[in-house]
């Protein structure tokens, strides 16, 4: 069992351009997140997803899109990457949407934007 | 809004030395509490939960108790092993019904054991 798989494990990526991280769970979890990690600021929740074909924003959305197409997979994208978007990114899922669910973690993306 | 406080580290303990990360909260209603725990270079995993006022979360020797009159879920473990380094992050969860779905992350301690 998977879990929650995420491309790529790192990424150095230019200024300006475009970038698609990748998400995908095997356990068919309804619930999806996108996380950010940074420094002494802990996890901040970007975007979110209740269930296939509906998304939500979170925290700090800015500059980030998502979509859901299908139950296992959740895509994020950073249509103009800025080097303020350095960060470890994580995907996350939980059974059912709502905060007293447990929420799984992908083991994270290292992104570094120059 | 929703807040969670931790305190501050990092925290560096000898083996078999007892362990407390505190934790408070500001939440509207009943929140869910979770302690989550991130060993180097991994996600994070959920280490206990507690959904209900009183509630006692316990996983791995670790305990922490859901205290509503002092907005607190302090983490606990009376002996530490080398193996418990690690990040360990306090999360709110808001109330089932609260129309929002996002879990409120303190900043992390970071746990050092030593031999």
């Known amino acids: 069992i998977a879990g929650i798989t995420q491309a790529p494990t790192s990424q150095i990526l230019a200024a300006g351009r475009r970038m698609t991280l990748r998400c995908t769970q095997d356990m068919r979890h309804n619930a999806m997140y996108w996380y950010r990690q940074d420094l002494g600021l802990g996890l901040r929740l970007i975007h979110y997803?209740?269930?296939?074909?509906?998304?939500g924003k979170g925290e700090v959305p800015d500059g980030y899109s998502v979509s859901r197409a299908n139950t296992d997979d959740f895509p994020l994208t950073l249509a103009s990457a800025v080097p303020s978007q350095t960060s470890v990114y994580f995907c996350?899922?939980?059974?059912?949407?709502?905060?007293?669910?447990?929420?799984?973690f992908g083991p994270g993306t290292r992104l570094t934007v120059l | 809004g929703n807040s969670v406080t931790q305190m501050e580290g990092p925290v560096t303990l000898s083996e078999e030395a007892f362990l407390t990360i505190n934790c408070t909260y500001t939440a509207t209603g009943y929140p869910s509490l979770f302690w989550y725990v991130q060993y180097p270079g991994e996600g994070l995993q959920l280490l206990l939960k507690?959904?209900?006022?009183?509630d006692k979360g316990s996983n791995k020797g670790f305990e922490a108790t859901y205290r509503k009159e002092t907005t607190s879920f302090h983490l606990e473990k009376g002996s530490v092993q080398v193996s418990d380094s690690a990040v360990y992050f306090c999360?709110?969860?808001?109330?089932?019904?609260?129309?929002?779905?996002?879990?409120?992350f303190g900043k992390g301690t970071k746990l050092s054991v030593i031999p």
């Open positions: 999360a709110l969860g808001p109330y089932s019904g609260a129309g929002s779905y996002q879990l409120t």
């Open positions: 996350a899922s939980s059974p059912l949407a709502g905060g007293t669910d447990t929420q799984y």
């Open positions: 997803s209740n269930t296939a074909g509906t998304t």
């Open positions: 507690a959904t209900k006022a009183d």
